[in-house]
């Protein structure tokens, strides 16, 4: 009997401490993967991923504790220029058949200012992982009157290095810049 209460006393005294974590998921219509990189050191050149799913967890009203998990098909990938597109799905860049996604998993986040944070993770790419930082903007949470369903927003964003990922090695930098940025926009649906 002495077991059973420690045993209960000790349950009960760890899931005091546990914060339920909630469950988001992005609403497609209303997300985006973007990336720009420089062409020929004149001009900027974007594009967007136009198959991917993220999710965030969070136990905490102000999203301080989220993390966040994204996931996209490199096959999607959309500059409106099919010839450029099929360029860069082959083994010249993204090597879509040996390398299908790509996936950011956050680690941790730290403030930076209001609703704003710096959000660290790891990225995979092209077949290599690297740790990365971008930035996170929390644009608020809303009930949509549509459906009734409470949506956040955030947007990341920040630089990464193809070399740090061995895309596109035979394209020097002043043909292609090294750096590309990258713009995730995301409405979360709980």
């Not at 993204?94 to 959000?119: H, M, R």
């Not at 790419?125 to 690297?130: A, D, E, I, P, Q």
């Not at 630089?159 to 002043?174: E, L, N, Q, T, V």
């Amino acid at each position: 009997m002495k077991k059973l209460i420690l045993i209960s006393v000790a349950f009960i005294g760890l899931t005091a401490f546990t914060q339920v974590q909630e469950l988001y998921k992005t609403d497609a219509p209303h997300s985006q993967l973007h990336f720009t990189i420089n062409h020929l050191g004149i001009s900027d050149i974007s594009g967007t991923f136009d198959d991917f799913e993220a999710t965030l967890r969070s136990g905490k009203a102000d999203f301080s504790d989220a993390r966040f998990e994204l996931t996209a098909k490199t096959i999607s990938v959309d500059t409106r220029v099919e010839q450029r597109d099929h360029h860069l799905r082959s083994a010249d860049f993204l090597d879509t058949e040996t390398y299908p996604t790509l996936v950011f998993k956050s680690a941790q986040l730290k403030p930076n200012g209001k609703n704003k944070f710096k959000i660290s993770g790891n990225l995979t790419l092209h077949g290599v992982t690297k740790p990365v930082t971008l930035e996170l903007a929390y644009g608020g949470t809303v009930l949509n009157p549509a459906n009734q369903n409470q949506v956040a927003g955030f947007t990341a964003s920040g630089i990464i290095r193809r070399s740090d990922f061995g895309i596109g090695p035979k394209f020097p930098a002043p043909l292609l810049s090294d750096d590309i940025r990258i713009v995730a926009n995301g409405e979360f649906i709980k």
